[in-house]
């Protein structure tokens, strides 16, 4: 078990970092009351259940791809003001993105757990563009996702989905908390917020179960935990309830656990559905060494 360390000013990128999780925060709530209907039945959703599938598919959405090309370049533009060094990348994605056909096949890359369409970046000088695409489509993609959760979460029965991937929409989950009472292990969806039980033992992006290669560190008053996986380099921040904390508020502590992003970065771990830790890759490219 390692000691996470409390405090050291983080530097300016992770400043920068927490005001465009911030203004994410406001895109998000504005966004929300337009974000789409809802088609999955919850007769679709029991079958889906049953057969493993996540009950959100790609064909569900009911995206309106005007309104998400204008979401597109206001957080590009917000990109540009809160990350200098990406301007030139969010200029050439805001070019990209432009063209609808284009929009609809990085977007659904996304959504579907695939790298930016090589299409897409093909031609074009900037280092961080296919990152820069991902950023945008993960923010568009939000809102929309998030309406979805409200409506499907509930038809999902406590602890009968135990995998590592969101029931409501397959993404990964970016944080965790162990349940006041019992301890229990639950993940929070970094796409959609949709909350559900998981192994403690379990690495939940690539299965491990080899308690060698997995491990966790805590910050010194132990109300913060960093899962790390040896297998997959993955890290997972985890909140534990029992030390006192009020409830699980995914928005709050996405911002306020950042320097924990910070250092398991600097130990040369991502957090792979994390905005947090791909726009640092992409502000930062270069990965740090592994000092684990
Ligand atoms: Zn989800
Ligand atoms: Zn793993």
Redesign the pocket.
């Known amino acids: 078990m390692y000691v996470l360390k409390e405090d050291s000013e983080p530097p300016s990128v992770w400043a920068r970092l927490a005001a465009f999780h911030l203004w994410l925060g406001s895109l998000d709530a504005s966004a929300s009351g337009v974000a789409g209907e809802v088609r999955v039945t919850p007769k679709q959703a029991t079958r889906r259940l049953a057969e493993g599938r996540s009950l959100l598919q790609w064909e569900d959405l009911a995206v309106d791809w005007g309104q998400f090309q204008q979401w597109a370049s206001t957080v590009l533009t917000s990109i540009s003001r809160h990350f200098p060094t990406l301007a030139g990348a969010a200029m050439d994605a805001q070019a990209v993105l432009r063209d609808t056909v284009m929009l609809q096949r990085v977007v659904r890359a996304s959504y579907e757990g695939r790298s930016v369409p090589q299409a897409a970046t093909s031609g074009r000088e900037s280092k961080a563009l296919g990152d820069v695409l991902q950023i945008a489509a993960k923010a568009v993609l939000r809102p929309c996702?998030c309406v979805q959760?409200e409506k499907l979460l509930p038809l999902v029965p406590i602890g009968q989905w135990r995998r590592g991937i969101?029931p409501?929409?397959g993404?990964f989950p970016d944080l965790a908390y162990l349940e006041r009472e019992l301890g229990a292990r639950w993940l929070v969806?970094g796409?959609?917020d949709?909350q559900w039980v998981f192994q403690r033992l379990e690495c939940p992006y690539c299965q491990c179960t080899n308690q060698e290669r997995l491990s966790y560190g805590t910050d010194p008053t132990g109300r913060y935990r960093v899962y790390f996986c040896d297998e997959c380099h993955s890290y997972l921040k985890s909140l534990d309830l029992r030390t006192g904390l009020a409830e699980m508020d995914a928005a709050a502590q996405r911002m306020e656990t950042l320097d924990l992003d910070r250092q398991a970065r600097q130990k040369g771990f991502i957090s792979p559905e994390s905005l947090a830790s791909l726009v640092a890759r992409a502000v930062m490219p270069r990965r740090p060494k592994l000092s684990h």
């Open positions: 996702l959760r969101c409501v929409c993404g969806c796409r959609c949709a």
